[in-house]
């Protein structure tokens, strides 16, 4: 992974050798060629090259392959850790169809936020799974009081800490400030354009991925959190079902 990094910042960075480094790292090429040919690139046919793939993604996508990659080898890919990392994959799937009714926000960077936006529960994960596991779930439902709930129990909340994991790995600061605020009940309070539909993308997506993946109960609370996502992004319901059931297809074949 570290030697990926160093290949795709290179100002000489090469298709050819980030290829032949993906393609020695079993866990890499196996996400790549699962990510390529998955809905979110929407290809026309499958490829079924590491270097094909590589040209097909660009390394902006590799990046983002570079990222979850990271962030399981931090925290590891077993029990909650994981559970809370496929519901991040899946977040940042829907984000990624999101984009493309969203101006200034491009895949790239929807796919990157929706990774990264719960890194923190990691976190609080890894302090105390047992506590944190019910804390997580509770989230899938209560979306807006989840956060006094982790302020109760461990003090702070997986928002604030996913802002210092985010600025350690540099993340843009509108991207910071949507993990930060990605539980406000309201939208209309963010003033930054850009943060504000980030917040709301996350808000959609998080609705639709816990309705399909996880088949948590649509409280009153995860509604209303979802329609003002839904409110601020103005998009129609149509484009909401085609993404639940573009993950649900995803999911599938997974």
């Not at 990094?5 to 050798?17: H, R, T, V, W, Y």
């Not at 609370?221 to 909401?240: A, K, N, P, T």
């Amino acid at each position: 992974i570290i030697e990926l990094d160093k290949e795709i910042s290179s100002k000489f960075a090469s298709m050819s050798n980030v290829a032949e480094i993906i393609s020695k790292n079993t866990t890499l090429s196996g996400e790549l060629m699962r990510l390529v040919n998955s809905p979110v690139v929407k290809l026309k046919e499958p490829v079924a090259s590491i270097r094909d793939a590589v040209n097909v993604m660009g390394f902006n996508n590799i990046a983002n392959l570079l990222v979850a990659a990271a962030i399981k080898n931090m925290f590891g890919s077993k029990g909650l850790s994981k559970d809370i990392m496929d519901h991040s994959v899946d977040v940042a799937f829907c984000m990624s169809d999101l984009s493309e009714w969203v101006d200034g926000i491009t895949r790239d960077e929807a796919y990157m936020l929706g990774l990264f936006h719960n890194v923190g529960a990691m976190m609080l994960a890894a302090k105390n799974e047992d506590v944190y596991k019910g804390l997580f779930r509770d989230s899938m439902s209560k979306p807006v009081s989840i956060i006094k709930k982790e302020e109760e129990a461990f003090g702070s909340n997986h928002a604030m800490i996913g802002v210092l994991i985010g600025q350690k790995w540099h993340l843009p600061v509108n991207m910071l400030n949507a993990i930060m605020l990605h539980h406000n009940d309201k939208c209309e309070r963010i003033k930054n354009d850009q943060v504000r539909a980030m917040v709301a993308m996350i808000k959609v997506a998080n609705a639709i991925v816990s309705e399909i993946s996880l088949g948590v109960y649509r409280s009153e609370e995860m509604r209303d959190y979802e329609s003002d996502g839904l409110q601020e992004l103005m998009i129609d319901d149509e484009v909401v079902s085609d993404i639940r059931t573009a993950l649900m297809s995803y999911n599938f074949k997974d």
